[in-house]
């Protein structure tokens, strides 16, 4: 069972937060509890001010039936190779095809800099993931898709078993709206037309592709995975 952590009000300390997690681990106990460490927000971004990872990873090192996981597009992690984690924290990073982060996340770290700093993370002996998204259909996107595999497998170890999970681009009515109004002239694909619309568990939906392309989507990245990362473990599509 996953929770999130580390994205309560701004009033409450991460003290605070973590000893609600242990309080909700021992209710849970014997089962493990995996928390979500990035729900809302990337806590790399402002590790240097707020040092919340690295008091969540020493945290969750020292619990028994607990995990701690989180998701970053951010660098900054030398301060987290050091300390004794005993395996508990998998650090996952966001990646993508050039194609997408040239034209959709100008702001954040370049995809060489993000893998070197997961093959500092994979040696430090934290469990590795990637989250490969928001997955574009564009002209030619296996071939964009395949050279980020490939550039995966250049920079993690051969022996590292990682995870990645694999989200398709999607948005809302609602998204489609902000997005149009922040950035007139967006080249993010909101073309209502081309997608199928599915209805979400909190009372909205989203517009997601159609499901012959998730189909393609899905069969492409199975079997190029299995080719290029035979090591790593997919844990879902969607």
């Given at each position: 069972?996953?929770?999130?952590?580390?994205?309560?009000?701004?009033?409450?300390?991460?003290?605070?937060i973590?000893g609600?997690?242990?309080?909700?681990?021992?209710?849970r106990?014997?089962?493990?509890?995996?928390?979500e460490?990035?729900a809302?927000s990337?806590p790399?971004a402002?590790e240097?001010?707020?040092?919340?990872?690295?008091?969540?990873?020493?945290?969750?090192?020292?619990?028994?039936?607990?995990?701690f996981?989180?998701?970053?597009?951010?660098?900054?992690?030398?301060?987290?190779?050091?300390?004794?984690?005993?395996?508990?924290?998998?650090?996952r990073?966001?990646?993508?095809?050039?194609?997408?982060?040239?034209?959709?996340?100008t702001?954040?770290p370049?995809?060489?800099?993000?893998l070197k700093?997961?093959?500092?993370i994979?040696?430090?002996?934290?469990?590795?993931?990637f989250l490969?998204?928001?997955?574009?259909?564009f002209?030619?996107?296996?071939?964009?898709?395949?050279?980020?595999?490939?550039?995966?497998?250049?920079?993690?170890?051969?022996?590292?078993?990682?995870?990645?999970?694999?989200?398709?681009?999607?948005?809302?009515?609602?998204?489609?709206?902000?997005i149009e109004?922040?950035y007139?002239g967006?080249q993010?694909p909101?073309?209502?037309?081309?997608?199928?619309f599915?209805h979400?568990?909190?009372?909205?939906?989203?517009?997601v592709?159609?499901?012959?392309?998730?189909?393609?989507i899905?069969?492409?990245?199975?079997?190029?995975?299995?080719?290029?990362?035979?090591?790593?473990?997919?844990?879902?599509?969607?």
């Amino acid at each position: 069972m996953g929770c999130k952590l580390l994205s309560r009000s701004k009033a409450e300390g991460i003290e605070d937060i973590l000893g609600r997690a242990r309080d909700y681990v021992d209710e849970r106990s014997p089962a493990t509890t995996v928390f979500e460490g990035s729900a809302t927000s990337d806590p790399v971004a402002v590790e240097a001010w707020t040092g919340s990872l690295q008091r969540a990873i020493r945290f969750f090192a020292a619990l028994d039936n607990a995990r701690f996981r989180f998701v970053t597009k951010y660098t900054d992690i030398g301060g987290l190779l050091g300390i004794p984690h005993k395996g508990k924290t998998e650090v996952r990073f966001s990646i993508n095809c050039n194609y997408a982060l040239e034209r959709f996340e100008t702001g954040t770290p370049r995809l060489q800099n993000r893998l070197k700093a997961a093959r500092e993370i994979a040696r430090a002996g934290y469990p590795l993931g990637f989250l490969v998204g928001p997955i574009f259909v564009f002209e030619g996107w296996r071939e964009e898709y395949t050279k980020l595999l490939h550039a995966v497998r250049d920079y993690v170890p051969d022996d590292i078993g990682v995870t990645i999970e694999l989200i398709t681009h999607r948005f809302t009515a609602r998204s489609k709206k902000v997005i149009e109004q922040v950035y007139p002239g967006t080249q993010v694909p909101l073309d209502k037309e081309e997608r199928r619309f599915k209805h979400g568990q909190f009372g909205y939906g989203k517009y997601v592709y159609p499901d012959n392309v998730m189909a393609e989507i899905r069969e492409f990245f199975e079997r190029q995975i299995g080719a290029v990362l035979p090591h790593a473990r997919i844990l879902y599509i969607v």
